[in-house]
T-cell receptor, first 115, second 113 residues
């Protein structure tokens, strides 16, 4: 069965620091990849997604992610975080090639940004 | 254009009661997914439905849990005879097609006392 790994469960940064959150998946076929953000007490919101094309994807709020097929990775980055980025971040994968099209989520990474 | 609407936002039930969670997908969306979120565990898939059909319920507990998505009206996640371990946030997501992108509702936080 496919799985999604987010190795950093808790990340604490100061404002203006750079951010990189890891996401690795286990499936070798064609995948669609997503990053979601969940602010405290709120629902998940889509940050960015990758279906095909340029492996460097730009999302909202200054976030970007790079799909590296050879490493089965889709890491999320932001050059300079803000206090308002404090949230839970989830990576999700869909098997696009004959799969069930059900998003599988990673466990999530809790990001705390100190002002 | 309303997003995915879930109600109630908060639901408190005593052990042994029934819990009904509702999800109205975005207009035009015919695919609905239910997830359960437990602290420190992320989102766990429960069930995927299209109108009047359960497509995949591999994540649903075999007993006490059921889901439906009727031709008219919202999708319902029903938990019978709730136990303390059912306390969690339950999120619904909908999509236009099955790989287009998913919009989540605000969730229902179920507390079993």
């Amino acid at each position: 069965a496919q799985s999604v790994s987010q190795h950093n469960h808790h990340v604490i940064l100061s404002e203006a620091a750079s951010l990189e959150l890891g996401c690795n998946y286990s499936y070798g076929g064609t995948v669609n990849l997503f990053w979601y953000v969940q602010y405290p007490g709120q629902h998940l919101q889509l940050l960015l997604k990758y279906f095909s094309g340029d492996p460097l994807v730009k999302g909202i709020k200054g976030f970007e992610a790079e799909f590296i097929k050879s490493k089965f990775s889709f890491n999320l980055r932001k050059p300079s975080v803000q206090w308002s980025d404090t949230a839970e971040y989830f990576c999700a994968v869909i098997l696009a090639s004959g799969g069930s099209y059900i998003p599988t989520f990673g466990r999530g990474t809790s990001l705390i940004v100190h002002p | 254009n309303a997003g995915v609407m879930q109600n109630p936002r908060h639901l408190v039930r005593r052990r042994g009661q029934e819990a009904r969670l509702r999800c109205s997908p975005m207009k035009g969306h015919s695919h609905v997914y239910w997830y359960r979120q437990l602290p420190e565990e992320g989102l766990k898939f429960m069930v995927y439905l299209q109108k009047e059909n359960i497509i995949d319920e591999s994540g649903m507990p075999k007993e006490r849990f059921s889901a439906e998505f009727p031709k008219e009206g919202p999708s319902i996640l029903r938990i019978q005879q709730v136990v303390r371990g059912d306390s969690a946030a339950y999120f619904c997501a909908s999509s236009y097609t099955n790989d287009y992108g998913y919009t989540f509702g605000s969730g229902t936080r179920l507390t079993v006392v």
